[in-house]
Structure formats: structure tokens, C-alpha cells
């Protein structure tokens, strides 16, 4: 069963511009999101993550916006890097679970 | 190295063989886990050690799957009679936090395993 779904396979920006990615899940019991991010051959790589206490986590050139009610998450990457370009995947963990859930990842090319 | 270490990085082999991957996790990281991952897919989680033991086993598919870490340190994830539908990324990542409710996992780069 897939409970944290990314819809979008692949999302192309141009440098400087916004990128928006999306994250849905289905499980009520997730109250802890993360992104991660990565490059071709290598692990996926920490990037932020956000509690179900907030509605919003930014670091940097990255926010993510967590809404709740619609069981929706959205990673903001402004301004976007030609560097950015790799594979996002949002996760999500419950307090009751030693699992982590991930969705199958949204790829992101940032042109020059 | 400072990061979480897998080997082989590539693996081929028959249906029907025996294979062992290996993970070397962050020294000190008390948990450590592992996922698959296949084409077009996110990481799937198949089991988590905290210290030597498995805590979670769950997402293991079938008995022909089996994971040790026999010192709480390097982890094997063993499949035996294997099947094409093996074929994947099999990614090992540890944590520092024992659980991963709230801390991140640093992931190795993974053993790609391809079943003819």
C-alpha cells in the first residue's frame, strides 16, 4: 500500500525560479516528514524535515509547508540551483513504527 | 570513511543462488536499517537492529530473507534461493536516535543486485 505518494515523476525549473514539490500520504498516524534528496549512485542525503506540531520548516534556500488536514506536504527550493537537480523523496514516520515510508521520489532538473 | 559503507556495490548473479550483502554502519549509530528500493520506486523498509537484535522485521517479503548484526555493528542481509524479482538497490542506513520516529537516516550508496 502506498501511503506517502508523489505524484509528479519529474518536475524540469529554470535557475532562479521556484521548484515546488509534492507530497501526499494516507496515514493519519505520520507526525514526523522528511525530505531527502538524491544523486545518481550515491544514498539518499538528509535535507530538512518537519514535526506535526508546525506548519512550516525553513532552512536555507528550503521550506516545507506541512497541511495537516489535507494530509499534504510541499518542499519550496527558491531561488533553484542547476546543483538542486536529483531525485526527492518525501518520508514520513509514526510514533508506533520503527518504519520509515517513503513515496517513489520526484525528479527535479534545474536548467541553466 | 565516515559514512555508512556497502558492499558488494554490484552484484550479479543466478536464480536460484545464495547471496550476502554487507553494511558497515557510522560508528557509534546503534541503529541501523535496511530498504529496498526498485526501479521507479521509493526505498521499501525490510528490517531495523537496535544493537544486535532485530526489533522489526516486518517488512522482510518471505523467509528466504534474513538479516544479522551479530556485534551491533556490521549488518548482513542474507537471501537465499534468489529470484529475479530480487533484483534491486538494497540500501543499508543507521541513526543515531533509537528510533528513527525523529532522526534522520544516513544512508549507504547501496548494493545493487541484479538476478539473471
Known amino acids: 500500500d502506498q501511503q506517502v505518494k508523489q505524484n509528479s515523476p519529474s518536475l524540469s525549473v529554470q535557475e532562479g525560479r521556484i521548484s515546488i514539490l509534492n507530497c501526499d500520504y494516507t496515514?493519519?498516524?505520520?507526525?514526523?516528514f522528511l525530505w531527502y534528496k538524491k544523486y545518481p549512485a550515491e544514498g539518499p542525503t538528509f535535507l530538512i524535515s518537519i514535526s506535526s506540531i508546525k506548519d512550516k520548516n525553513e532552512d536555507g534556500r528550503f521550506t516545507v509547508f506541512l497541511n495537516k488536514s489535507a494530509k499534504h506536504l510541499s518542499l519550496h527550493i527558491v531561488p533553484s540551483q542547476p546543483g538542486d537537480s536529483a531525485v526527492y523523496f518525501c518520508?514520513?514516520?509514526?510514533?508506533?513504527?520503527?518504519?520509515?515510508?517513503f513515496g517513489a521520489g520526484t525528479r527535479l532538473t534545474v536548467k541553466p | 570513511g565516515a559514512g555508512v559503507s556497502q558492499t558488494p556495490s554490484n552484484k550479479v548473479t543466478e536464480k536460484g543462488k545464495y547471496v550476502e550483502l554487507r553494511c558497515d554502519p557510522i560508528s557509534g549509530h546503534t541503529a541501523l536499517y535496511w530498504y529496498r528500493q526498485s526501479l521507479g520506486q521509493g526505498p521499501e523498509f525490510l528490517i531495523y537492529?537496535?544493537?544486535?537484535?532485530?526489533?522489526?522485521d516486518s517488512g522482510l517479503p518471505n523467509d528466504r530473507f534474513f538479516a544479522v548484526r551479530p556485534e551491533g555493528s556490521v549488518s548482513t542481509l542474507k537471501i537465499q534461493r534468489t529470484e529475479r524479482g530480487d533484483s534491486a538497490v538494497y540500501l543499508c542506513a543507521s541513526s543515531l536516535n533509537p528510533t528513527v520516529h525523529t532522526g534522520e537516516l544516513f544512508f549507504g550508496e547501496g548494493s545493487r543486485l541484479t538476478v539473471l
Open positions: 496515514n493519519s498516524m505520520f507526525d514526523y
Open positions: 518520508a514520513a514516520s509514526a510514533r508506533d513504527n520503527n518504519d520509515m515510508r
Open positions: 537492529f537496535q544493537g544486535t537484535g532485530a526489533a522489526d
